[in-house]
């Protein structure tokens, strides 16, 4: 679960993590009155949404005056923000945060991850501070220096000075003391959250020699919101797809992609070769849809309902690899969703394991028109030749 940048900020504030000062609005009257609050100018006004880029994209502006702030606010929340994380239809702005303007002396990066790999977090720091902290791994990657942390221990002395010694030139020592906070702080917070992401880009240095987190962004782990009830409340569903809200509300995992061919499956690693699948056939996936290993003839048909108001989706294919859930019920499940719903678009089945054959029997004297597969090669076939008549 993602956090905006104000929300995110009052997380660092619990935790002695300094940020400029800043208040949340919903309108150009609103920022107006916010800005009276604090120092200026001048000002920044920062779009709120779940979304990386946003300076790129016209989302983050510095403003010097009070007209400028007016229309600043005006034009960020009446105008979809389009940057490389929102597709091209963009995301529409609800609030914007506004900040008192800061001194910049020294821009740097600051996260924690989870590294898999080795099973421990790993603090990322960098003096390439302000910029997309991906291009500089790819072309300078000596520039990303990493501190892998034993859970055991915890964030030692010695990990914050291994990152410190390696900024050239060296902060003074108040600053470098200050930076060495930051990093154990932000480290304390990583772990008693449950986070999945704590990231500063930039953490500055100010003209007058302090830390500041000038930018935050913090993503809890979904799977831990159960035992943080305060930070769950933080959640606002109108960043969300309303397909992915919907299928949460039946137990559902789905993830809308940017292809034609949508996908039902029972299991993230099915998902995964299905996608395959459909990359291979010279197509692209325009959805996953799981349905986990118990799901029942309802949720298939709320799924199924789910992936056919998908309007990009252009051919279906179902891959279920029958377990616990029984090939029969997920072909009632199918017929149960195409009798409420106009099935326009090409169904591909692809059914194997418990109660296969009465699944396709049940299937076969349907009235529905799909098309079999009886192997994950055979279903990459069916959807190569749809997609061709589709071209």
């Not at 821009?107 to 590294?115: F, K, R």
């Not at 039902?264 to 325009?286: H, Q, R, S, Y």
């Amino acid at each position: 679960m993602k956090l905006h940048e104000y929300q995110s900020k009052e997380l660092f504030k619990k935790y002695g993590i300094p940020v400029p000062e800043g208040r949340v609005a919903a309108s150009k009257e609103e920022a107006l009155e916010v800005s009276e609050l604090l120092k200026g100018p001048p000002w920044v006004i920062k779009a709120q949404v779940h979304a990386g880029g946003r300076g790129k994209a016209g989302g983050v502006k510095l403003v010097r005056s009070r007209e400028e702030l007016g229309e600043a606010a005006e034009t960020i929340l009446s105008t979809p923000l389009i940057t490389k994380q929102t597709g091209p239809e963009g995301r529409k702005v609800h609030r914007v945060l506004v900040e008192e303007g800061v001194e910049i002396e020294r821009e740097l990066y600051l996260a924690i991850v989870i590294d898999r790999s080795r099973a421990r977090p790993v603090m990322i720091f960098s003096q390439a501070g302000g910029m997309d902290i991906e291009e500089v791994a790819e072309r300078s990657p000596e520039r990303v220096l990493k501190e892998f942390v034993d859970p055991r221990t915890g964030w030692m002395p010695f990990h914050g000075r291994n990152l410190l010694y390696a900024l050239d030139p060296l902060p003074s020592p108040g600053a470098g003391k200050e930076l060495m906070a930051v990093m154990d702080r932000l480290f304390r917070l990583f772990t008693a959250c449950d986070c999945s992401l704590a990231e500063i880009n930039p953490l500055v240095l100010t003209k007058d020699g302090h830390a500041l987190a000038v930018d935050a962004k913090v993503a809890i782990d979904d799977n831990a919101l159960y035992r943080q009830r305060e930070l769950a409340e933080l959640d606002d569903p109108m960043e969300k797809d309303p397909l992915e809200v919907k299928a949460h509300e039946y137990n559902l995992n789905y993830i809308r992609l940017n292809g034609n061919i949508g996908a039902m499956v029972n299991g993230a690693g099915l998902a995964m070769a299905t996608m395959d699948t459909i990359k291979m056939a010279g197509a692209e996936p325009a959805n996953f849809l799981d349905v986990g290993g118990g799901a029942s003839e309802e949720m298939i048909t709320r799924g199924f309902e789910i992936i056919l108001e998908d309007k990009k989706v252009e051919a279906i294919l179902i891959n279920i690899f029958g377990g616990i859930l029984r090939c029969d019920v997920l072909a009632r499940g199918v017929l149960a969703a195409a009798e409420k719903s106009d099935i326009k678009v090409p169904l591909i089945v692809r059914l194997e394991g418990t109660n296969v054959e009465e699944g396709r029997r049940i299937l076969e004297d349907s009235p529905l028109q799909f098309h079999v597969a009886k192997s994950m090669a055979e279903a990459a076939e069916l959807v190569t030749q749809q997609v061709a008549k589709g071209r």
